[in-house]
């Protein structure tokens, strides 16, 4: 079997963290190359090599794909949704050419695989708000939506027309304790426990009864190993694959939290991030991804609610 050498291109972000070190456990430390635009984050210090990388600059990462004998690319540097509606050329810019730079070099070099993640942002406000399939009506209105569909049929295109196996999950809003999320819509969700445990109160910038497709770490993590682990021969979906875990709306996670914290303090305060949770569905259907790789979640609210206080303690 020849050996695997990964490089985690935004390897300082809320997943790139928590999956540089899971991706160094099955393969060896010195064997995933961690990289990001900013410095190493302070978790992965001593535990991997880490070099300053910019994925716009494709002669720079040509270059250390080569140097490195690199075999397979975990693409997570982009703009997320709530940032990218403050900046929709550089969101588009940078979601759109980095991905082609990996894509491009992927097929030059012929590396093993590339991962890289699309989201739920893809759907639109005509998409069907409960249980949204697998493929269905797909009409994103954010910057950061029209990026990640556009970006799925970059893959599908590499994928049929170059043999680049190339693999994809629209993930939920991801809750975690390890890295800090960079801009999204779901971030109330991260920043909730936070405060909650600062403050014992928080202004939520969603209105209560707003359900949106929410994951633990863990489970996103998981997913993410196990489509890339999967033989490529079960995958029927070369654009990117639904998964679902949690929907909840912010008053339901401030009542969970409520059972740990008895006078925890929820108030709301909508801005401009309720439009763009607006147009997204409230919960997803992921029988494809259960068909295909046997995606199972593990983690439901109160379970995650609990290590959530309890790590962040
Ligand atoms: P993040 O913002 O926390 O991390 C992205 C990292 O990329 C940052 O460390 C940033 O410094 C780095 N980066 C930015 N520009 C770069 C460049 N030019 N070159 C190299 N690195 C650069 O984002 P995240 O939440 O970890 O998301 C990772 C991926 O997963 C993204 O594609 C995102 O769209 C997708 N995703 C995330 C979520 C979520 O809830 N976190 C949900 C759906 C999809
Ligand atoms: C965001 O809110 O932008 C992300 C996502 C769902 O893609 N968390």
Request: aromatic residues 10%; contains cysteine; proline residues 5%.
């Amino acid at each position: 079997m020849t050996k695997e050498k990964v490089l985690v291109i935004g390897a300082s972000g809320q997943i790139g963290v928590e999956l540089t070190l899971a991706l160094r456990k099955i393969y060896g430390n010195a064997n995933v190359v961690a990289s990001d635009l900013r410095e190493e984050n302070e978790l992965l210090k001593g535990t991997g090599p880490y070099v300053s990388l910019d994925v716009m600059n494709k002669e720079m990462l040509h270059v250390q794909v080569i140097r490195q004998n690199i075999t397979q690319i975990y693409l997570l540097a982009a703009i997320l949704s709530a940032t990218g509606e403050k900046n929709p050329n550089l969101a588009w810019h940078l979601n759109m050419q980095g991905l082609l730079n990996v894509l491009d070099i992927a097929r030059e070099e012929k590396l093993h695989k590339v991962y890289w993640p699309s989201s739920i942002a893809v759907f639109g406000p005509t998409s069907p708000k409960q249980a949204c399939p697998q493929r269905t009506i797909i009409e994103p209105s954010t910057v950061y939506g029209i990026s990640k569909y556009a970006g799925e049929f970059w893959c599908n295109y590499f994928f049929e027309r170059y043999g680049v196996d190339v693999r994809s999950i629209r993930y939920p809003g991801l809750i975690s304790y390890k890295s800090a999320p960079g801009g999204g819509t779901t971030d109330y969700a991260v920043e909730i426990f936070h405060e909650a445990l600062e403050d014992g109160k928080y202004t939520c910038f969603l209105k209560e009864d707003t359900y949106l497709p929410m994951m633990y770490m863990p489970d996103a993590i998981r997913a993410t190993i196990e489509l890339m682990e999967a033989p490529s021969a079960r995958l029927t979906v070369r654009t990117s694959y639904n998964v679902s875990a949690l929907s909840f709306a912010p008053r339901e996670i401030a009542a969970e939290i409520k059972k740990h914290i008895a006078g925890f303090d929820m108030s709301y305060s909508p801005d401009y991030r309720q439009k763009i949770a607006d147009s997204w569905p409230e919960s997803i259907d992921d029988s494809v991804a259960r068909a295909d790789w046997g995606w199972k979640p593990e983690y439901d609210l109160a379970r995650m609610t609990k290590e959530m206080l309890e790590n962040l303690k």
